[in-house]
């Protein structure tokens, strides 16, 4: 099939089946043939002696760890779209999670590919050992998005289920004392299980909806889990404890049991469809920022919100700085599509200017395109160029995607003019 594409010089997207709702999945020109791999979904029974597990890419992320349950095993990285996501997708976007802090993102939970290129030759990426010989091309395929690669099977690495697990809640009654407590824990020497975060408008749209227990009276709460023995999870708890307590936490609520975890960590992955409860549409960003700039970059989405006259609801993986602001809006409104794009798009802008990314896990796609150009120079665009020709001369997987062309930069630049100053200046105008 991937020989007939090239031959045929069709275009089209290589992980629409696996990459999930982003927009790295959805085919930017008319296709002719939309699908180079069919989805597929078998996985063999975990090994537990190896701790691995062989999976097809269409399989779900959830479904990794029910299979190894009976091993006492599990998959680490949990995206909150857990239940329907599939391993191919997080491997085209090196997914993370809310225990991505603790234990890494996608790329650090494979072990090994086994993916086609455009001219329908096979590739063993990796291995099962702990390195393998070579340029590391693990990594460089793992958030790829479809653009170099048809990958048809992955290697995962399994973990032995910790004895104990137990969360923090902790309630502040100022955003920016909750931001300052996410650096203070990492400060203290704590790497939790999972730190995340929430804003009043997300914590209230949750508690309506999934009854987790969290306050919906105070400026944002924190989620922060401690895993392992028993005696390792009692200790550091208490230290977490003090930490909350010491950085202006005005309530604090640790989970007493298996089923209450479970209840507080259901509300944060139900954030989503919880904020789709209470607006008609919502727009959902991703950038990374330095944890120590969390309260400054709130800041900022809360004059933003006022600027353009939307609403925004704050969540996300704060032990890594990824940020998820769901910005609510009303398509059927005059011009209301558009300032939220553009309030997405100064998001993006704010993160690169105090030294974060424009992605954390969802991908560049088409819909951050643009700002590649304000994060990378010509010349770093220019090697990814040289890195997508390396394996797909004639850009027909996922074209269109990703990496921009400069003249598209030079483009954007051109209409995109900040206090008089020209973006790119450097680079020629057509």
Not at 113 to 140: K, P
Not at 162 to 187: G, L, S, Y
Not at 295 to 304: A, D, H, Y
Request: glycine share 10%; proline share 6%.
């Amino acid at each position: 099939m991937i020989r007939w594409r090239r031959l045929c010089g069709n275009s089209g997207s290589t992980s629409d089946h696996t990459a999930g709702p982003s927009s790295s999945s959805i085919p930017d020109v008319p296709l002719a043939f939309a699908s180079t791999c069919p989805s597929v979904a078998r996985m063999p029974p975990p090994a537990p002696v190896s701790r691995t597990a062989r999976l097809q890419t269409g399989v779900r992320n959830l479904a990794i760890s029910e299979a190894a349950a009976p091993f006492g095993l599990y998959y680490a990285p949990d995206p909150s779209s857990q239940i329907a996501c599939t391993i191919g997708g997080n491997v085209a976007e090196n997914s993370g999670g809310v225990h991505c802090l603790k234990y890494g993102l996608t790329v650090h939970n494979i072990l090994k590919l086994r993916a086609f290129t455009i001219e329908g030759e096979l590739l063993e990426i990796g291995g099962e050992g702990l390195d393998a010989a070579g340029y590391d091309l693990l990594a460089l395929m793992t958030g790829s998005e479809g653009m170099l690669a048809v990958i048809t099977e992955i290697t995962v690495k399994l973990l032995p289920t910790p004895e104990c697990a137990q969360v923090v809640m902790a309630a502040f009654d100022d955003i920016e004392k909750a931001a300052a407590a996410v650096a203070n824990v990492i400060a203290a020497g704590i790497v939790p299980a999972g730190l995340e975060m929430m804003d009043q408008p997300a914590t209230r749209a949750v508690e309506e909806f999934v009854h987790a227990g969290y306050p919906t009276d105070v400026a944002g709460i924190l989620l922060c889990e401690s895993d392992g023995t028993r005696e390792e999870v009692a200790d550091e708890i208490r230290r977490i404890q003090d930490v909350m307590e010491a950085s202006g936490a005005i309530l604090t609520r640790t989970s007493h049991d298996e089923a209450e975890r479970l209840r507080f960590w259901a509300g944060r992955k139900a954030a989503f469809p919880a904020v789709g409860r209470i607006s008609p549409d919502y727009y959902c960003m991703d950038g990374t920022i330095p944890r120590k700039r969390v309260g400054e970059v709130l800041r900022g989405i809360t004059e933003m919100e006022k600027r353009y006259g939307l609403r925004c609801a704050n969540v996300f993986h704060a032990g890594d700085g990824n940020l998820h602001p769901l910005i609510l809006y009303d398509a059927n409104a005059p011009g209301e599509l558009e300032r939220t794009e553009a309030f997405g798009g100064e998001i993006l802008e704010l993160s690169i200017k105090v030294g974060g990314t424009i992605t954390g896990e969802h991908g560049v796609g088409v819909e951050k395109i643009n700002y590649m150009c304000l994060q990378f120079r010509p010349a770093e665009l220019a090697a990814f160029h040289g890195v997508k020709t390396a394996f797909d001369e004639h850009t027909l997987l996922n074209p269109g995607k990703a990496v921009p062309t400069l003249a598209r930069c030079a483009e954007f630049g051109r209409r995109h003019v900040h206090t008089g100053q020209e973006k790119f200046p450097d680079l020629p105008r057509f």
